[in-house]
């Protein structure tokens, strides 16, 4: 019984992970420098002075740069 529970537990982390990669929001990817559907923030810049930035990533970028969204990171 439990192998069936660790299994089941695993397709749910796999497609919640699915899930998070294709996600997002229309917008300029800052890596490979282009407009996707599928950004998310990885990345903010917070400054002193003056307002800060930040770079958005889309989802094949995530990947190939094994980015995570500020959102999924503890």
Do not use: K
Request: hydrophobic fraction near 30%; charge should be positive; proline fraction near 4%.
């Amino acid at each position: 019984m439990r192998g069936i529970t660790v299994t089941v537990e695993a397709q749910r982390m796999q497609s919640s992970s699915e899930d998070n990669n294709t996600s997002g929001s229309y917008g300029w990817c800052s890596w490979h420098r282009a407009f996707s559907n599928t950004v998310r923030l990885v990345v903010a810049i917070e400054q002193g002075s003056g307002p800060g930035h930040s770079l958005f990533a889309c989802s094949n970028c995530r990947g190939i740069y094994r980015l995570v969204p500020l959102a999924d990171q503890p």
